[in-house]
């Protein structure tokens, strides 16, 4: 009776004023430790063949999340003025990095995606998702305050042509995985202003004819494409990551053989502490490894789901849908390669796979989803109500305190009763 109660409560529960901001802080702490942990179980061999030190790449790990975690602090105190003046110039040094790395990068595996800077190693098109995000969000949101999106071919301009800089840079280098995810972001942002049905449906055919030139001028990939539908028809070559995937998932069984104790890890399993770390979560935690993580991603998506359907204002709506799209859909997309519903795209597992250039941009991203949270209408008020803190004054101070969602309210943005409704706008109303 006790726990039926407590399940019939639940819901009541979830309702508070401040759930998404605990939901996504939560989830997305465990995701963290989690992918510490396993990058030191899944990296150890490899580490200590490489280096001689068995902890050399859990290390780069630990710095990259002692960086990203006071900037995801700060930016969850951030007002939301910051976010919108950084959309344009992180934009346009997110391309000036991807140009770089077309003719600069360093090329690993058929794919040239990595750029050294410093003596740093950094994968530029990790920081271009947020950089498009923010960007987008910043775009649309301005448009729809200045009552510009009579009609859905405004929404295009300048959306379409940044994706399309975007997307074309990271084909250069061969990363299909990074295109499905810019491209998720891109469809996001269309769905939540209420772009109609035909315009997903030609960006789905642009797609289908970037892959097709892809495959033409490069015959090769469409083996690599192809391959996870009969990895055993290549199992020395096409097919070897996934097959191995697949037995350090099926070795694992519901508990797994034990937190480092993996044998795919042993020079079996290619890139077990990046690309394929759920097939290690697997072998190690089993199948409830597995669970906990789509769980904990799945709480992830619905906390920033919460966000932007609960959002006051239009920025806050479309960065908070276009962050989340980014991360969960980037998690699906890993998590299918892995077992065996996509094709290899060389992709992270948000917080889990090792990785600074991936991990730090996330939990920035994360920050700034949590500073959305808390402009939900009654966590505004609840957090009023508790007064300024420490970090609040000390932003005030520094004339970073926030007031309102773009620190002026656009012309005519104020007072819309009365008016008629454009059809972007009644398009997203019947979506409500």
């Known amino acids: 009776m006790t726990a039926l109660s407590g399940l019939w409560a639940l819901p009541r529960r979830l309702d508070r004023p401040l759930t998404s901001y605990y939901l996504i802080f939560g989830s997305s702490a465990l995701l963290a430790a989690l992918g510490l942990a396993m990058v030191l179980s899944s990296s150890m061999v490899d580490s200590y063949t490489e280096t001689g030190s068995a902890f050399s790449l859990f290390q780069k790990q630990l710095m990259a999340a002692a960086i990203g975690l006071p900037l995801m602090v700060l930016a969850s105190h951030m007002p939301l003025k910051v976010f919108r003046l950084v959309g344009y110039p992180a934009m346009l040094a997110s391309v000036a990095l991807l140009v770089l790395t077309v003719f600069h990068g360093q090329e690993y595996y058929g794919a ?14 990790e920081p271009a998702k947020l950089a498009f995000a923010l960007w987008g969000a910043t775009v649309l949101a301005r448009r729809e305050e200045l009552r510009q999106m009579v009609e859905w071919r405004q929404l295009l301009f300048p959306l379409l042509p940044g994706c399309g800089v975007l997307v074309l840079l990271v084909l250069l280098g061969n990363d299909l995985g990074t295109t499905f995810v810019l491209l998720a972001i891109f469809l996001a942002l269309l769905w939540v202003v209420g772009a109609p049905g035909r315009l997903f449906i030609a960006m789905f ?124 859909v980037q998690a699906l997309v890993n998590i299918g390669t ?60 520094l004339g970073l305190d926030d007031v309102g969602e773009g620190g002026k309210t656009a012309p005519g943005a104020q007072d819309r009763n009365g008016s008629r409704p454009t059809q972007v706008q009644a398009r997203r109303n019947r979506r409500r």
């Open 112 to 125: 040239t995606r990595w750029l050294e800077i410093g003596g740093v190693t950094v994968q530029a098109s």
């Open 205 to 328: 055919g642009l797609v289908a004819l970037l892959v097709g030139i892809m495959i033409a001028v490069e015959p090769y990939r469409m083996a690599r494409l192809t391959s996870f539908l009969n990895p055993e028809a290549d199992p020395h070559n096409t097919g070897f990551q996934l097959l191995h995937g697949f037995y350090a998932l099926g070795t694992g069984g519901l508990f797994g053989v034990g937190i480092g104790h993996s044998r795919e890890k042993w020079g079996f399993l290619p890139h077990p502490e990046s690309d394929f770390i759920f097939a290690i979560i697997g072998e190690e935690l089993g199948l409830i490894g597995t669970l906990i993580v789509v769980g904990l991603f799945g709480v992830l998506g619905y906390a920033g789901l919460r966000v932007a359907s609960r959002a006051d204002g239009p920025f806050v709506r479309l960065a908070a849908a276009s962050v989340t799209s980014w991360i969960v």
């Open 338 to 397: 892995v077992i065996g519903v996509l094709p290899i795209t060389g992709i992270p597992l948000p917080l889990v796979s090792a990785g600074g250039s991936s991990l730090i941009p996330t939990m920035l991203a994360l920050g700034i989803l949590l500073a959305l949270a808390k402009r939900e209408p009654d966590a505004r008020r609840t957090l009023a109500a508790r007064g300024p803190g420490r970090v609040q004054r000390a932003l005030s101070w």
